[in-house]
């Protein structure tokens, strides 16, 4: 739940306490956030401060307006400079009001405004998020400063993950030659290179030896015409036939490559597909830097299925919107890594991205994010988005014909899309698109159709607040006009799936996070209570929500999909509250996304629980399979990390069946205190068959731009592809400890070598090129002398002697370095981009 920092340059406009319209140019202000003190009176809290900077010729009033600002996290009220008060508004959202004490800032001066944050500062997703004024004459206008500059923190400051933690981790990988790395990723289920090799080439002969295999061939053949141009005039004698088999199942396939010959045999167009993918692996990633008019590919012998049916990624395109384009890229890898579903998170609190034909307040409202405490109009600035509808992460949705061409080309590379309307929690953004279509119908005397799609009671006066801090954002699931609302969006969507020819089995609702409290003061709740005797407590009131919201999809021939939390029933244990799979749900079919198995929190088994008590169970597990982690403890690298520390290594080690097994550290890094475990569930055989595949999620509230999304999620989605295409490896079963360690140590070493030599190759220019995470290099001081090393051998690092950043035609690493003065290093991809840099000053370890 962002990316590279330093400066953020954002545009402002007019401003002043006193006219009507403000005379004041924000322009001409500059908004500095650092970090004062990270342990502050010697608690986990930091003192922050926001410096504001008078760049014009005009003097900023003491007075007469505010500054908001989006954050993730609690704060003390009172400035410690006792000039300002911090408060929250609603969701992220916060206010800073300057008092008596703050002192008008004449031309060429600052202030500064010092205050606590309740939780220390690790990297810069740590820092508040899109700060803009507001004056009092105008109050319904926000205007960006000039400038916001995050200063970094101290890379000195004690726990960040330094480059000789970074080269000690890679140290144990082997250089493997590539000549001997696998060219099929993920690892088939029977891979074996022969002797010779296939020149491929547009004009290679294509077969459908069955009827059903025809539009696979058309696909190929614009591949190969795409990839190598016009093919030559003498023709090509070599073939591809593309063959029907029985036996293989609903995705396995068979790929045979000779000399002259290509057989890919298959049961299903889909297992089709995947052949077609492993071809298409068996190529280097040259044919994607430069047209060439041939390739030649080694002879090989291929067998394969997915250890897994379902093999997903989660997208949250709510609280910050993704184009339809960036979507279409994500599908393409997905594709070619055999992954077979884009679960489509499109409603939150801070957005509804999907237009709903027969409800357009639903975009017309909720799509937008801007400046506005009441929300009658759009939404209010989330996660930095800022005071209008110009940021695009902020601002956007997926027309009709927008997500019926993502069906159709998802369909094309049999993909499911599964769309996900949050339920009953997290649905701010439905509830405000409703009360403007409410208003909007009452003006017009349209009393009955306004109530129709009503998802609040007017005179609920329950008081709750939610993880996320909002006290506005839970659906009331009493109310009739709920389940009118339900059914009229899933019909819009199935009217689009229909004339998309896409497939609509799955619809999610959410179910996660709803807060204490709600529902408690409803009206709706009491007159319910008073004709359905089983309701008896706002408990209740989940087993009735999510027993109507199945009933309407049954009808429909969709099955409900939910967060853990829909699957769950509220009872005591000893006097306490917990949570156990609900009995009433157990046989009706439906899928439970698992996300939290957040180390020590006490719900690590919950995921097998649930499998166990006979629930379709999909792993979405926070440890170990989300993108939005970020990957350590590190100020240049973004991402949340309230779950887990989260590299690639955590999606590549992840053990699905017993994932407590090579868990090493907690959720702050630490090593594990094994106790945790004990009197845990473990997943039995029966269990194991409720497993029905994996997950990884990218939560988007640190992802800003297309450019942050791909950073989040590549290479990691390439290691979930091998977790959920792969077998089970050997090192997962092996009891000998020592081992166990060795045999994934050498599966560890094939599969980032293969990522170093052949994969980020391919994706630096694949489709214009994939803005994937460079590695970090990691670097050892020893006798006088800098050591670097990568985490993918292949890629390389290049390193500059005078303290300036370095650059793609700098010297390339092939040894030690004299340790003289300020040294830095940075790897390369294939293209030349860089990525973060490792810098030493001879004096010390290298700073991070």
């Known amino acids: 739940m962002r990316r590279f920092i330093a400066l953020i340059v954002i545009a402002f406009a007019n401003v002043s306490a006193f006219a009507a319209a403000p005379v004041f140019n924000a322009k001409n202000l500059t908004l500095t956030w650092e970090v004062v003190d ?100 105008s109050p319904d206008k926000g205007y960006l400063p000039g400038n916001f500059i995050i200063k970094p923190l101290d890379p000195k400051y004690p726990g960040l993950v330094t480059p000789e933690v970074i080269y000690n981790q890679n140290k144990n990988i082997v250089d493997i030659p590539a000549d001997k790395l696998p060219k099929i990723v993920p690892l088939p289920l029977s891979y074996q290179e022969t002797q010779g090799t296939f020149t491929l080439a547009a004009g290679v002969k294509l077969i459908a030896a069955d009827a059903r295999f025809t539009p696979e061939v058309k696909k190929l053949d614009a591949w190969l015409l795409n990839t190598f141009g016009v093919p030559p005039a003498t023709g090509n004698a070599n073939t591809i036939t593309l063959g029907y088999k029985v036996g293989f199942g609903k995705e396995g396939y068979e790929l045979s490559v000779k000399p002259t010959t290509i057989q890919i045999n298959a049961s299903t167009e889909a297992g089709m597909f995947y052949g077609i993918q492993s071809l298409k692996n068996l190529c280097p990633g040259t044919i994607y830097s430069d047209r060439q008019k041939s390739v030649t590919i080694p002879c090989v012998e291929v067998k394969d299925s997915p250890r897994f049916g379902y093999r997903a990624v989660m997208l949250d395109v709510a609280r910050n919107f993704q184009s339809k384009k960036e979507v279409l890229r994500l599908l393409d890898l997905m594709g070619a890594y055999k992954l077979n579903i884009l679960h489509m998170h499109l409603t939150d609190d801070e957005g509804w991205r999907i237009q709903i034909p027969s409800l357009p307040e639903l975009t017309s409202v909720a799509s937008k994010r ?171 009131l989940w087993y009735y929500f999510y027993g109507r919201v199945n009933s309407i999809l049954k009808k429909k021939n969709i099955t409900l999909a939910g967060w853990e939390e829909m699957a769950l029933r509220k009872t005591t244990l000893d006097g306490h509250p917990t949570y156990l799979p609900n009995p009433q749900f157990v046989n009706e079919g439906m899928q439970v996304d698992v996300w939290n198995n957040v180390l020590g929190d006490g719900q690590e088994d919950l995921a097998y629980k649930l499998a166990n008590a006979g629930y379709k169970t999909v792993l979405t597990c926070v440890t170990n399979l989300y993108f939005d982690m970020t990957t350590y403890k590190s100020w240049d690298e973004p991402g949340y990390y ?207």
């Open 38 to 137: 990270n342990n502050y009176k010697n608690k986990q809290q930091s003192l922050t401060a926001l410096i504001i900077t008078n760049n014009g010729t005009e003097t900023l009033p003491a007075g007469g307006w505010k500054i908001y600002f989006n954050s993730s996290r609690n704060f003390m009220a009172d400035a410690v400079s006792g000039n300002a008060k911090i408060l929250p508004v609603n969701g992220d959202l916060y206010s800073i009001t300057p008092n008596q004490n703050f002192n008008a800032i004449k031309p060429g001066e600052s202030a500064r405004i010092e205050y606590i944050c309740e939780n220390i500062v690790v990297n810069y997703t740590d820092a508040i998020e899109g700060p803009y004024f507001v004056w009092d004459s």
């Open 370 to 540: 801007g400046h506005t405490l009441d929300s009658k109009n759009f939404l209010p600035a989330s996660h930095g988005s800022g005071p209008d509808f110009s940021n695009p992460a902020g601002t956007g949705f997926y027309s009709v014909a927008d997500y019926i061409e993502i069906l159709k080309y998802a369909n094309e590379r049999h993909i499911t899309v599964m769309p996900e309307i949050e339920t009953p929690g997290h649905a701010r953004g439905a509830i405000k698109a409703m009360q403007a279509r409410y208003s909007r119908l009452m003006a017009a005397g349209k009393k009955a159709e306004a109530a129709k799609y009503l998802l609040y009671d007017a005179n609920d006066q329950s008081a709750y607040r939610s993880v996320q801090y909002w006290n506005d954002n839970v659906i009331d699931v009493s109310l009739p006009s709920t389940y009118t609302f339900v059914e009229r969006v899933v019909d819009d969507l199935m009217a689009m799936y229909k004339q998309a020819g896409a497939p609509l089995p799955v619809i999610h609702f959410g179910g996660d996070e709803v807060p204490a409290h709600v529902w408690e003061k409803s009206p709706a709740y009491e007159a319910l209570k008073k004709t359905h005797p089983e309701i008896k407590n706002t408990g209740d």
């Open 642 to 848: 309230w779950g887990a520390f989260l590299g690639i290594d955590k999606f590549f080690s992840f053990i699905p069946f017993d994932y407590f097994k090579n868990t090493d550290v907690d959720k702050n890094g630490k090593p594990i205190d094994r106790r945790i475990f004990v009197g845990k569930q473990r997943l039995t055989d029966y269990g194991k068959e409720n497993i029905i595949g994996l997950q990884g999620a990218l939560w988007a509230e640190t992802v800003k731009t297309p450019q942050q999304m791909e950073y989040m999620i590549f290479p990691k989605l390439i290691a979930l592809g091998e977790r959920a295409w792969a077998k089970d490896p050997a090192w997962t079963n092996e009891l000998d400890s020592a081992k166990a360690k060795q045999m994934y140590n050498d599966d560890w070493s094939r599969f980032v070598n293969v990522l170093g030599k052949r994969e980020l190759p391919r994706l630096a220019y694949e489709g214009g090129g994939y803005a994937f995470r460079i590695p970090k290099p990691g670097v050892i001081l020893k006798d006088g002398k800098y050591y670097a090393n990568v985490q993918y051998p292949g890629m390389v690092i290049r390193y500059t002697t005078n303290g300036a950043e370095p650059t793609a035609d700098s010297p390339q690493y092939t040894g030690p370095v004299d340790a003289t003065g300020t040294v830095k290093f940075r790897v390369f991809d294939a293209k030349g981009r860089g990525g973060n840099v490792a810098e030493g000053n001879g004096n010390d370890k290298p700073a991070i």
